[in-house]
Each structure stands twice: as structure tokens, then as C-alpha cells.
């Protein structure tokens, strides 16, 4: 494909997309259903491999409005009807069964391979009209010289050619990378939640029967650490352990290899279904460090998707953020678009939402790395409290309050209060960013 030069478009764009991944490709379909014109800008040439493959039931809802939910199945991505949890001595916990609580078709939910997932969603933006350039990584953002507000960026193709393209609104989707994040020093690293994960992939590995075959497992190992076992189709499972670099790393081992083979009997449940596998493909090591951005936005650009925050991955709820969050900041900039006015003030709302879908899970994250929590404590001791935790475990976040949940979860364990931050840019104030301003103001 010849590379689309920025002197070649003859209308300007309306909004810049940084990154093609679930965030950035929700926020450009549906803005480019509303007949905005989209241009995303993506490093890497898709389909690529990446992480995250369980998705949690209230995706289906953005999906369905991407008009992708039947397509889910038509794909054969393996269904996931449940979680469980299965204590270090293979002790498996009740499943919380999705249909049981809410009869939807979002309570069959998927366990996805990113690199067809996210060609899909790619595809989607591309059929509603938004122009996606993959191997052209955004370089940094560009300012207005009076004012500071973001009016473009700055990319390069993989032969090196270096563009500039002007829209009045940008949107950083640029995931773990961040951006924005880290241009202008606005990343909060959760000093409680910094982990590290190994990963690999098995074939021939136990299913367990029934509607549990395709659910997620997270088994407990020593010290709060534990594994997710995740069936996918093609008779593969993704299994990887989380858990503190100390505790990885101790007996002085780095070879993630060995690391894996020492933890796999740790717990009697892992050991028991990986024993007939076989290990396929190389081994994947990160760190898990937990972040949010100090804001959501300033004048001209929004954060969405991993590019505002990071959450430990226990509960799934990457994919359905970074969906959520396209599927806000959409809305918000089409409204933003129409009102001609793209100061940081009309992200307000915006910043509010996300950050509560964040923090309700990031509570619960707290919780389950807390030596004195486990669900079935709670659930014994509040029994009438199941729906609401299912609730929170499913993605429904943003119509409900947490408090008795929070308050029962508090009688067992600390739960931290809020952050406060997260939200839009005070006026005239975005920290580190002031210097860029002022650079650009006098460039
Ligand atoms: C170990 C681990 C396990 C996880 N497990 C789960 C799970 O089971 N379920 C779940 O829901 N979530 C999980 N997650 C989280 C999930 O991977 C992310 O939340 C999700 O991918 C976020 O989507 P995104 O679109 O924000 O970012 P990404 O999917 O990372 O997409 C960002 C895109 O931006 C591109 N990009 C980056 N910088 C630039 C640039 N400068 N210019 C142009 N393009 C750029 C990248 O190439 C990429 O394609 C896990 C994460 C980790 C680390």
C-alpha cells in the first residue's frame, strides 16, 4: 500500500488516532460511523501478537454496537461461561457462572487471540471509513503556538519519512507505550500492585468438562502469586504466573523456562491439567507495574485504553476498558467536534467515568492480594452480596455503586479510597506539560 502522504489529503482530518489496538480501533469506528473523518496511526503492521486474550461479559455491549457480537461466535473464538478460583492445593471454588446471574447473550463471553481480535476490530474501523496506516509510529505530539492545545502529531514511516498531520482532536491509544503519559511525566505507578508476568502456551493440556471448558482459571500459588489458565481454540491454553519479582526470581533463577517448571507444581490443580501438555512457542516475560495518568486530557487530545491507565490483569478488565474507553471518548469528542470547541473542560465526564470503572476494579484487585481476603470468605459472610460481586466481575461498573461490596470487602481486608487523579487538566496546569507548552509557544 503507497503510503498516504499529508499534503495528498484534500480535506483535514477531524480527528488522530495513536494506535490501533482494541481502544484505538473502538474510538475510530464509531467516531467514523458518525461520519468524522479518522486517520489512526499505528507502529506495528497488523495482524500482530499481543497480550490480554480473556474478556469479561460486558464487552459483548460494545461489541454489539460495533456491530461485531455475532461475528465473535462466526469466528469460533473459544466461549468462556465463568471464572474460577482454586486454592494452591487444587481446591476449586464454586464458578461464578455469568448466565446465572444476568440471562444476556453478554454472559457468554470469549477467551481471544489479540492477533485475530484486533485485525477484526481494525477491519471494522477500515468498513466504517476511517483511513488506519500501519509501520507508522507517532513520534510526538504537536502544539499550537499561542495556545498549547494538542492540533496534531508527528510520525514516521518504517523508511523513515517524517510526517506531520493536523486534526483538532488526538486521541492517544497508544497502550503500554504511553505517550502522552510519558512525554509530559503524568504516569502514577501504584506502588501496591507491581508485579511481574511469565507466560507461554500449551497443547494437549486438560480441559475440564461441560461449560467449564472454555473458563478462566486463576490458581493460587504461595505469597499472593498466581496463574491464569486460559483455554483458547486450536487445542492451545495460555497459562502464565503473576506474581512479585522477588518471589519469581528467587534460588537466583531468570530463565522463565525454569521459573515456569518450578511453579507448576505449586499448585496441585495446574500441575494436574498441564501434565499431559506439551509447551509450544517461546516464553514472554513482563512487568506489571499498575499505572494511571495524572489526566485524562488537555486541550485537543484524550487518553483512552491502556494509554491512561494500566490494572493488574486478575479480573480481565483490560480489554473492557480499553472498549469502554473508546466507546466514551468517541462520543465525548463527536459532541466536542460539533460544539467547535476541544478544550480539556468537555472531557470532564469522561475523566469521572473511566476513572470509576478503574477504581471499582482496582479495589477488588487490592482485595485479592490481600493475605486475609478470598472470595468464599466474603461470600460466607455476605451471601446476599454474590450479585453485586458478580456484577463487578462481569464489567456492569458504570450503572451500579460498589459501597456495600466495598464495605463488606473492608471487614476483612484494607480497601484504598480513591485517587484523585485521573481527571481532565486543570486550566492552565498540566504539570510537566507547561514546559512543552511554553516550548511551542515560543518554537
Ligand atoms: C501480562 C498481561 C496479561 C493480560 N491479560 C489480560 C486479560 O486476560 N484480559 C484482558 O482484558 N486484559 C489483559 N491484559 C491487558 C490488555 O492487554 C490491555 O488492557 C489491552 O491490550 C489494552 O488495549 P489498548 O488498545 O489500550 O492497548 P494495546 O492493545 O496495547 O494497543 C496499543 C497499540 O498502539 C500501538 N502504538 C504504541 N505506540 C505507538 C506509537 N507511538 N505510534 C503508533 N502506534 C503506537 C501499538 O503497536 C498497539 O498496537 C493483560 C496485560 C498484561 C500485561
Known amino acids: 500500500m503507497k503510503a498516504l502522504d499529508p499534503t495528498e489529503t484534500d480535506k483535514p482530518w477531524d480527528v488522530i488516532v495513536i494506535g490501533a489496538g482494541p481502544a484505538g480501533a473502538t474510538t475510530a469506528a464509531l467516531l467514523a460511523e458518525k461520519g468524522r473523518r479518522v486517520l489512526v496511526l499505528e507502529k506495528e503492521k497488523f495482524p500482530r501478537y499481543h497480550i490480554g486474550e480473556s474478556m469479561m461479559p460486558y464487552c459483548w455491549h460494545v461489541l454489539d454496537r460495533l456491530g461485531l457480537a455475532e461475528k465473535m461466535d462466526e469466528i469460533g473464538f473459544t466461549q468462556k461461561h465463568s471464572v474460577q478460583f482454586v486454592s494452591t492445593n487444587g481446591k476449586v ?29 481494525v477491519d471494522k474501523a477500515r468498513e466504517k471509513g476511517a483511513i488506519i496506516l500501519e509501520e507508522t509510529k507517532v513520534l510526538d505530539v504537536v502544539r499550537d503556538e499561542q495556545s498549547g492545545a494538542v492540533k496534531g502529531v508527528k510520525s514516521q514511516i518504517k523508511e523513515g519519512r517524517v510526517d506531520t498531520w493536523y486534526a483538532p482532536m488526538t486521541v492517544d491509544a497508544s497502550g503500554r507505550d504511553t505517550l502522552m503519559i510519558s512525554k509530559n511525566k503524568w504516569r502514577n505507578r501504584d506502588p501496591m500492585l507491581k508485579k511481574v508476568a ?70 496441585k490443580w495446574i500441575a494436574e491439567h498441564l501434565a499431559p501438555a506439551k509447551q509450544v512457542g517461546e516464553y514472554w516475560v513482563t512487568g506489571e507495574y499498575s499505572y494511571r495518568s495524572k489526566f485524562c486530557a488537555d486541550d485537543g487530545v484524550v487518553l483512552v485504553g491502556d494509554a491512561f491507565g494500566f490494572l493488574d490483569p486478575v479480573f480481565s478488565s483490560g480489554l473492557f476498558l480499553a472498549l469502554k474507553s473508546g466507546e466514551f471518548a468517541a462520543d465525548t469528542i463527536d459532541e466536542a467536534l460539533a460544539a467547535g470547541d476541544v478544550r480539556a473542560e468537555r472531557f470532564e465526564e469522561y475523566g469521572k467515568k473511566v476513572c470509576w470503572g478503574m477504581e471499582m476494579m482496582r479495589k477488588v484487585v487490592y482485595a485479592f492480594y490481600d493475605e486475609e481476603f478470598n472470595f468464599s470468605k466474603l461470600i460466607k459472610r455476605h451471601p446476599e452480596l454474590r450479585p453485586k460481586l458478580t456484577d463487578l466481575l462481569i464489567g456492569n461498573v458504570f450503572e451500579n455503586d460498589f459501597d456495600d461490596l466495598m464495605a463488606a470487602c473492608e471487614e476483612i481486608c484494607e480497601i484504598p479510597g480513591d485517587l484523585d487523579y485521573g481527571m481532565k487538566i486543570p486550566s492552565g496546569d498540566c504539570g510537566d506539560c507547561g514546559d512543552q507548552k511554553k516550548a511551542a509557544a515560543v518554537a
Open 93 to 121: 471454588s464454586r464458578p461464578f457462572y455469568f448466565f446465572q446471574h444476568y440471562e444476556h447473550p453478554s454472559s457468554t463471553t470469549w477467551q481471544v487471540e489479540r492477533s485475530v481480535f484486533d485485525q477484526m476490530l
Open 198 to 267: 511469565i507466560w507461554t502456551y500449551y497443547e494437549d493440556a486438560v480441559r475440564d468438562p461441560g461449560l467449564d471448558a472454555g473458563s478462566t482459571t486463576v490458581a493460587y500459588l504461595p505469597n499472593k502469586g498466581w496463574f491464569w489458565y486460559i483455554p483458547m481454540r486450536d487445542n492451545r491454553v495460555s497459562v502464565g504466573v503473576v506474581a512479585e519479582r522477588e518471589y519469581l526470581y528467587r534460588d537466583g533463577l531468570r530463565d522463565p523456562a525454569e521459573i515456569m517448571a518450578r511453579e507448576i507444581p505449586e499448585n
